[in-house]
Nanobody, 126 residues
Framework: QVQLVESGGGSVQAGGSLRLSCAASGDTASTYCMGWFRQAPGKEREGVAAIDNNGRTSYADSVKGRFTVSKGNAKNTLYLQMNSLRPEETATYYC????????????????????WGQGTLVTVSS
């Protein structure tokens, strides 16, 4: 089983940028599909961006062109570069990982997720 720890959250003004990181530990032998979700106060958790084992990426429509998901050189590390942030994107951002993902992406198939991080808070002020 893999454990996930996010970092990089914080406060930023509208239009600003943040870069989130996710580090995995535990199962270092396997390669996981990974992704980012977020949950705003009073709202359901939603998928933001995902990357599969072939490097293919998927994004929520609302973040396309502004957010970029990527994997790091270290195995099972994940980043989310967020540009042009909006106040409505204030939320806790969670890293997620799935082992048996095949060609699926975590945004469309959250039921396959094996592990979640504890989240990192992003606050965007107007």
């Amino acid at each position: 089983q893999v454990q996930l720890v996010e970092s990089g959250g914080g406060s930023v003004q509208a239009g600003g940028s943040l870069r989130l990181s996710c580090a995995a530990s535990g199962d270092t032998a396997s390669t996981y599909c990974m992704g980012w979700f977020r949950q705003a106060p009073g709202k359901e958790r939603e998928g933001v961006a995902a990357i599969d084992n072939n490097g293919r990426t998927s994004y929520a429509d609302s973040v396309k062109g502004r957010f970029t998901v990527s994997k790091g050189n270290a195995k099972n590390t994940l980043y989310l570069q967020m540009n042009s942030l909006r106040p409505e994107e204030t939320a806790t951002y969670y890293c997620a990982a799935a082992l048996l993902c095949g060609s699926l992406n975590l945004i469309d198939e959250p039921a396959i997720i094996d592990a979640w991080g504890q989240g990192t808070l992003v606050t965007v002020s107007s």
